[in-house]
Structures are given as C-alpha cells and as structure tokens.
C-alpha cells in the first residue's frame, strides 16, 4: 500500500479520541478502514495488530498506578483465548471462499457497532444501575463470578476476532454488571490489559491467513501513537460527554448501514 497521509490522520484521530475518552478504537478505526476501501478482512486483521501495540502502553501504565485487576484479567483470557482461536479455525476454513468471509465479517461488524453505540450511549446509566443491584446474590458468590466472567471472555473473544470491535468499551460495560464496586479505572486497566492478548492472538490468526497489510499498520501507528498520548495528557480537562455522544450516534448509524 502507498503512504496515504489520510491514514496517519486517522490513527492521530482515533488515537487522540481513545486517550480522551477510553472509547475502544476498534470501534472507531474498522469503520474509517472499510471507508478508505481496505476490505473487511485486511481492515479487521490490521485494526487487531494496531490495537494489541497500541494497548501494550496503556497496560505498561495502568500496572504502574496499580489499576489492573490480575486475576480477572485471567478469568477473562480463559474464555476469550479459546474462543479466538475456534472461531480463527472456522475462519480459516471459509478462507476458500473470500466472498462468504467478508459478508459475515461485515455482518458481525454492523452487530458490533450497533451493542457500542448502545454501550457508550448509556454507560453511565448502566454502571448507576449495576451498583443499584451490586447486593444481589451471584455479585456474592465468587465462584457464579468466575463462570460469568470466563463466559464474558468467550462472547469477547468470538466478537473481537470477527470484527476487532468490543474488547473496550463492551468488555468493560459487561464488567460493570458483575464487578459494579470495583473502581471504574480498576475495570478499565482490567480490560485494557485483556485486550492486549486477546487481539495479539486474534492479530496473529488473521496475519497467518493473509489478512494483515505491514504498510497500512505503520501508517496508523505513526499517527496513533502521538495522538494516545495527547488526548491522554488532556484527558479529564476536557468535557468529553458531547464527543461521547457524537461518537455513538456515529456508530450506530454506520453498523444500521452495514447490517440493513
């Protein structure tokens, strides 16, 4: 691929935005992918690879100020590595058929942006909610915990790997239903650091099928790399409910064109 300026402008972009506001960049950067013309599959397996080297940084900090959760992050990768890799193999057997390959990515990926858009929109009101119901009984029992957590990580891993969507802002809304008094930057670092294998694997999977492209990668991390640390220097200074609520309804009108 030839240097495109249009792209690094979007890793700046993206970037910037997840800083600001921890709104996952899968969500944001497959849909600007598929814009610029890169077919699903390449868009999905190169956002993968982006978003794993992008994390590695957010991880690096997050353990630093103590706000990652370890041991959920295990529950987690216990159900979603597995089911990156079964659902890797089924892709890999429909590898045949490009055409099949891209209609369901495309399909997954409306699905996906339409349950983001719903879970930016609202993620206030559900954590609000979820602490409302944080004495109900499977919130007590840590083994009901545990299973939901490893069934979280499943649902993660398929959603991931088929669309490259999910792992931040439906991964950490889900957590906030079993873990509501867990401090949101704990669940936050908690995720970022699942994220971090989960789409390295998932990454991988699509790069050994061919769906990785090393010069659209480069260009997104030239500009996404600068563009994290700014909006993360400006995080907390600037109100980002109205960009929240731009983002969603971005969302939702672009995964409503790819599913209807």
Known sequence: MDFQIGLVIAGL????????TGVGGGSLM?????????PPTTAVGTDLLYAAFTKLGGVYIHHKKQTVNWSITGWLSLGSIPAALLTLLILHNLKTDTTAMNAIIKYS????????SVAVLFK?????FSQKHA????????????????AIGIMLGVTVTLTSIGAGALGTVTLFFLYPLLPTP???????????????????G?????NLDFALLGQLL?????????????????????????IAIMLFFAGYKLVF
């Open 124 to 128: 206030k009101r559900l954590l609000i």
């Open 13 to 20: 972009t993206v970037g910037f935005v997840v800083g600001l």
């Open 206 to 210: 699509h790069a050994s099928m061919g």
């Open 222 to 246: 030239m500009g996404s790399l600068p563009g994290i640390v700014i909006g993360s220097l400006l995080s907390g200074k600037v109100p980002d409910v109205f960009l929240r609520n731009a």
């Open 135 to 150: 004495g109900d009984k499977f919130h007590k029992e840590s083994k009901t915990q545990n299973v939901l957590t490893v």
């Open 186 to 204: 704990r669940l936050v670092g908690t995720e970022i650091a699942h994220a971090v294998p989960l789409t390295l694997v998932a990454g991988l």
């Open 30 to 38: 497959t849909p600007i992918l598929l814009w610029f013309g890169i």
């Open 109 to 116: 990926l409306g699905w996906a942006l339409l349950f983001t």
